[in-house]
């Protein structure tokens, strides 16, 4: 009966390792019918360039030339960069103002978007492109992240983490942008700032929301100028308690001079303390007056003149051999193929 059991078993471990090989045999051919399909496409590929090699050259040469010659005749194109930081929320309007500038040159209307950044329409023809891009880093991020927290309430801080914050962040919400001027005058974007930042500062709502800002912090000045004026007749009076006590004769009083001094030393530990944190406050306000000061402030101005773009990869020199190469190898596959369906069909 063992025996029996013995090859019943050899029979089926048999059967397994055959079904194995078999499964191994048919992948290993599997992959060498890709590799040899994927070779023989290469080579195929390799017989076709090798083909027509000589109208490739031809064509590419030939948009060499030509693109030279578009290039040589275009007018240049001038970058010219300037970045700014909004106050009082107007990163938004500011995007607005910028896609209706840009539309504006795109579209070619060139009297409206003289009108708007007041310039002449000769030079408002020279402008190709407006564009507001924000950039900031993780600690930029990071101190935003910060001030934001510390506008929530204690059981708000708990809710909102890190991750959240950027998994929400807007590129409106960074605390710089970049505003980019493209045109064919190098001088055009220069003039084009004051029209840029006047179209945000003249706006009614943001001229209301800094006007409160100013009253607020000159009310906030005014309430710790008089908190320390408080804290310095306060230390001006135990200052008098001290000479006072000094001069009076010992055994003259039932105070206990030891917890006497104490308790004065520690009212003027907290006065001194509370102090320090009015004067790092009025730090705070005045750093916070001098950026709010305008509701755009301009960290990098426009330069006088932009920069000349010389991208060789946006050239014309560049792209039209491309384009011509890539033309010429579709149109000869397409050829190539229709060649292929007649003798198809007549096979």
């Not at 693109?67 to 300037?82: A, L």
């Not at 055994?251 to 009015?278: F, V, Y």
Request: proline share 2%.
């Amino acid at each position: 009966m063992s025996n029996k059991e013995n090859t019943s078993e050899e029979i089926d471990l048999g059967q397994l390792f055959r079904l194995i090989g078999d499964v191994f045999n048919k992948l290993m051919l599997f992959i060498r019918k890709t590799f040899y399909g994927l070779f023989h496409l290469v080579i195929l590929f390799l017989q076709f360039i090798r083909l027509h090699f000589i109208k490739f050259v031809i064509a590419g040469v030939f948009g060499s030339v030509l693109g030279w010659y578009w290039d040589s005749v275009s007018e240049p194109v001038y970058v010219s960069s300037m970045v700014i930081e909004p106050n009082f929320s107007s990163a938004q309007q500011l995007y607005n103002n910028i896609e209706f500038y840009n539309e504006l040159a795109d579209k070619e209307e060139n009297r409206v978007l003289s009108q708007e950044l007041v310039i002449g329409d000769s030079l408002a023809k020279t402008i190709k492109g407006i564009t507001i891009e924000s950039f900031s880093d993780n600690t930029q991020k990071i101190r935003q992240f910060s001030s934001f927290i510390q506008e929530l309430d204690t059981v708000s801080r708990k809710l909102v983490d890190y991750k959240d914050y950027l998994e929400n962040f807007n590129d409106i919400n960074s605390k710089f942008h970049k505003i980019q001027i493209k045109a064919t005058s190098p001088i055009v974007a220069k003039k084009c700032q004051n029209a840029i930042v006047r179209s945000i500062e003249n706006n009614e709502y943001f001229q209301l929301q800094k006007k409160v800002n100013d009253i607020n912090i000159a009310l906030k000045d005014s309430l710790i100028e008089k908190q320390l004026t408080e804290i310095d007749s306060l230390q001006g009076f135990y200052k008098k308690i001290k000479i006072v006590e000094a001069n009076k004769p010992m055994g003259s009083t039932n105070i206990s001079l030891s917890e006497q001094a104490s308790n004065e030393r520690n009212s003027e530990i907290n006065l001194l303390l509370q102090s320090k944190s009015l004067q790092d406050e009025k730090i705070r306000l005045n750093n916070l007056q001098a950026n709010t000061e305008n509701t755009i402030n301009v960290i990098s101005d426009f330069p006088s003149r932009g920069a000349l773009v010389n991208d060789f990869l946006r050239s014309k020199k560049f792209l039209l051999p491309l384009i011509f190469i890539g033309l010429l190898f579709f149109s000869l596959i397409l050829l190539s193929l229709n060649k292929f369906l007649k003798n198809y069909n007549q096979n």
